[in-house]
């Protein structure tokens, strides 16, 4: 099998041509239909239709089980109903932070299996070292699936490289010039594809597919686990990436004398409204987010002190957005994470300060919290999952596990 090293910018692969590709392509986004249905939607002859499936079927990727009636279905002659194979193939997917990596198996249709998260400290580690441990977890992973590995995909705050997934710059980690899927693919022979891209990236196409994001044109996605803020873009499903690093939401400045940030501004919004800026943490010491869910809680129980905590943070995040806005003109804007908890609880903070942007007003965007949980993972399982779904015979031949 040829063996391909690719980043994870571009576009989410689009399924090709092949009447197989886009059926296991519904399948999977669906989880479930009936054979008749996705004859329909696809617009393919019934002849060609069940070539497709008998070959998914034969691939192992697709099952067929006994109709479901559904109330107001046309009559006639039932259609069976098409799901992923349970033992089908998977992929691993992780995130990695500063301080741990989370991973996932999951199957066709979004179905996550076992998931993990390990202290692993990569805040000012050698790279080579911790992503050697962490393809070590992600080859446990996949072999304790027993199933086929179709892909494999590593979501973390930095900027990647457009042609190989190099990680450029990823201030979180302290990582310079890192070529992350290469070490990542030279510890994975047996996946057929390595990726390695921006976690925002991958959270937005988790939200776009499968979340609040989904029928959304132009879609924002802004992203906070605990440490730094990233963004993504969207635009019908395909990821705006300018040369490569586009959309690093997280520096678009909201207060030009405020705290200094790592990447040489001050007062970008990370270092304005991330968990550590609640805490008055540092890069080495970035608080527990613990803590934060503390604050959150007082807020919501009225504390004057942490509601003014919180209600600062999100007035700097409607800040950025407004910038956003006008720079981009989302129809749908997704805020993840701690980002989704400042929307809840302080709503008209963060909907005041986006009233600035004379786009937002005209156009009035949707804004809401996600609603994917882990969606840098499930994001991630995603992308990793494009290569099969445009070549559903990948892994003819491959042995479970490897
Ligand atoms: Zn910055």
Not at 43 to 52: I, K, N, V
Not at 115 to 144: F, I, K, N, W
Not at 233 to 254: I, R
């Amino acid at each position: 099998m040829n063996k391909l090293v690719v980043q994870t910018t571009t576009a989410y692969p689009q399924p090709s041509e092949s009447a197989a590709a886009r059926l296991l392509h519904l399948v999977h986004l669906t989880g479930s239909v009936a054979r008749a249905e996705a004859t329909a939607q696809l617009g393919l002859p019934r002849s060609t239709a069940a070539e497709a499936v008998a070959e998914l079927v034969e691939l192992g990727l697709i099952a067929q089980g006994p109709p479901e009636r559904q109330a107001g279905a046309p009559r006639g002659r039932p259609s069976p109903q098409l799901y992923p194979d349970p033992a089908g193939p998977v992929v691993v997917a992780a995130r990695l932070d500063s301080s741990e990596a989370e991973l996932a198996v999951v199957g066709l249709g979004g179905s996550v299996g076992q998931r993990r998260r390990v202290p692993l400290p990569a805040y000012g580690s050698d790279p080579r070292q911790t992503l050697t441990v962490l393809a070590g977890l992600m080859r446990e992973a996949a072999a304790g699936s027993g199933r086929a590995c179709a892909g494999a995909a590593v979501g973390l705050a930095g900027m990647v490289r457009a042609t190989d997934g190099l990680v450029h710059s990823a201030l979180h980690l302290d990582w310079e010039s890192v070529p992350a899927a290469e070490i990542l693919a030279a510890e994975l022979p047996g996946v057929p594809r390595v990726e390695v891209g921006k976690d925002a990236s991958f959270a937005a196409l988790a939200e776009h597919y499968r979340g609040a994001g989904r029928g959304a044109r132009t879609l924002l996605t802004l992203t906070c686990e605990h440490i730094g803020i990233g963004g993504a873009v969207l635009q019908g499903g395909v990821p705006f990436t300018g040369a490569g690093s586009a959309v690093e939401a997280g520096h678009v400045v909201v207060d030009p004398t405020g705290t200094a940030c790592p990447c040489g501004m001050r007062g970008c919004l990370e270092v304005s409204a991330d968990g550590r800026a609640l805490l008055g943490g540092t890069p080495s010491e970035p608080g527990d987010p613990a803590e934060v869910a503390e604050l959150l809680r007082r807020a919501e129980e009225g504390e004057r002190s942490a509601g003014g905590r919180i209600g600062a943070a999100a007035a700097n995040l409607g800040r950025a957005l407004a910038s956003l806005a006008n720079l981009f003109d989302p129809d749908c804007v997704v805020l993840s994470g701690l980002l989704g908890e400042y929307l809840r609880i302080a709503p008209e903070r963060v909907h005041g300060e986006l009233r600035a942007s004379v786009v937002a007003r005209t156009q009035s965007p949707k804004v809401v919290a996600g609603s994917v949980a882990s969606p840098v993972l499930i994001g991630a399982a995603e992308q990793a999952f494009g290569r099969l779904l445009a070549e559903p015979r990948l892994l003819r031949g491959a042995m479970p596990g490897t």
